[in-house]
């Protein structure tokens, strides 16, 4: 057992009371989170990468409240940018997260919509479990799901995007 670096079950938490029960935010933490955890024990990922990681997924939207409460409704990627380091910094130090773990896992929420820049493995695999999700939840025209589709890197992803698809179907 690794050393832990921070209380994750006081980060899930801190970020679901931030969110105040708002409905489709709180679910989509919780469903990224799960998923993220599940891809990384399954492709591989060692137990300290993994607390970067789920880390990330719990904070990946973190700043999309704070910037439609602050810039009257707008949370485009440029004010979640702006507002998301003081907000992961935060949150992390309220779960007691030791400072070295900050900058790794403030990066992958940065970056977490950068799908056109090469991406190591947590970063792959925390726009993963976003995509899945947001597929359920948004339902995407069939135009853009073969650029989703190319995204997925690994065969955990894979798997479970193609489960996406079989399920459209129904
Ligand atoms: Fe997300």
Redesign the pocket.
Known sequence: MHKLMGNESELLYGALCYERGHKRRTE??LK?YALAKLLGERENVSPEEREILQAAAIL??IA?GYCKERYNGDACQANQKKEAPGLVEKFLREAQYEASSFPRILDLVLR?HGYDEPREKLLQLLIEA?LL??CYETAPGSGELQKIESLFQTETGKNLFSLYLAGRKE
Request: charged content about 20%; aromatic content about 0%.
């Open positions: 989509h933490i990224v990946h939207d999309i977490h976003d999700v947001n």
